[in-house]
């Protein structure tokens, strides 16, 4: 199992530009997460799905998008980038309990 | 979703037993504890689970007292490999979704 992948690892836009960053699982998971995390800061929860076809907001979803059209990919949209985007994004998937397997995350630089 | 108070930072030396304990006095009736580890650059990496008593695993125990408002990782014989941080996460199956918040977590460092 490749477990939770992510793509691009890096980049960087523009401001006002948009993009997507890909996330996909091969381990059949229901719950998939995306979090953002800034220097020294802990993990904020921006998006999250149930399964295909159910997604809802969490904590931080302004300025972003998501989809889940099926159980392996869980794509998040930034629609005109701003500065205040700039950090570090990770895709999560869940199997039981809370207990969460983690991609290796997509820096985002937005200048 | 239940707060979790973790020390921010805690340092020690290689060899030694490192206890890093987390608060969370509103935990729900249906709510498991879970420690996580990240490295720099990396994702956070699950390291143990538990709901009351004791549980150990090959890298960590985690022990919870009868009331469940706080939780104590226990690192046995820290290496400098250790040096992370530590995330403490509580919450139920799926009734909130999975829904977590990750707070600070607390920076360790091992020195040597």
């Known amino acids: 199992n490749a477990g939770v992948t992510q793509t691009p690892k890096f980049r960087i836009l523009k401001i006002g530009q948009s993009m997507t960053l890909q996330c996909t699982q091969d381990?059949?998971?229901?719950?998939m997460y995306w979090y953002r995390q800034d220097p020294g800061m802990g993990l904020k929860l921006i998006y999250y799905?149930?399964?295909?076809?159910?997604?809802d907001k969490g904590e931080v979803p302004n300025g972003y998008n998501v989809s889940r059209s099926t159980t392996e990919d869980f794509p998040l949209r930034l629609e005109l980038a701003a500065p205040s985007q700039t950090s570090v994004y990770f895709c999560?998937?869940?199997?039981?309990?809370?207990?969460?397997?983690f991609g290796p995350g997509t820096r985002l630089l937005v200048l | 979703l239940a707060k979790t108070t973790q020390p921010i930072s805690m340092d020690s030396y290689e060899g030694q037993e490192v206890n890093i304990t987390c608060s969370h006095n509103?935990?729900?009736?249906?709510?498991?504890i879970t420690w996580y580890q990240q490295f720099p650059s990396q994702g956070p990496r699950f390291i143990i689970q538990?709901?009351?008593t004791k549980v150990t695993n090959e890298v960590a125990s985690l022990f919870i007292p009868a009331d469940r408002k706080s939780s104590t990782l226990s690192l046995p014989r820290v290496s400098l490999s250790d040096t992370a941080v530590y995330y403490c996460?509580?919450?139920?199956?799926?009734?909130?979704?999975?829904?977590?918040?990750f707070g600070d977590g607390t920076t360790l460092t091992v020195k040597p």
């Open positions: 509103n935990i729900a009736t249906n709510d498991y």
């Open positions: 999560a998937s869940r199997d039981r309990v809370e207990t969460q397997y």
């Open positions: 996460l509580v919450g139920g199956d799926n009734t909130n979704a999975g829904k977590s918040t």
């Open positions: 538990g709901y009351k």
């Open positions: 799905s149930v399964g295909a076809g159910i997604t």
């Open positions: 381990m059949n998971h229901n719950y």
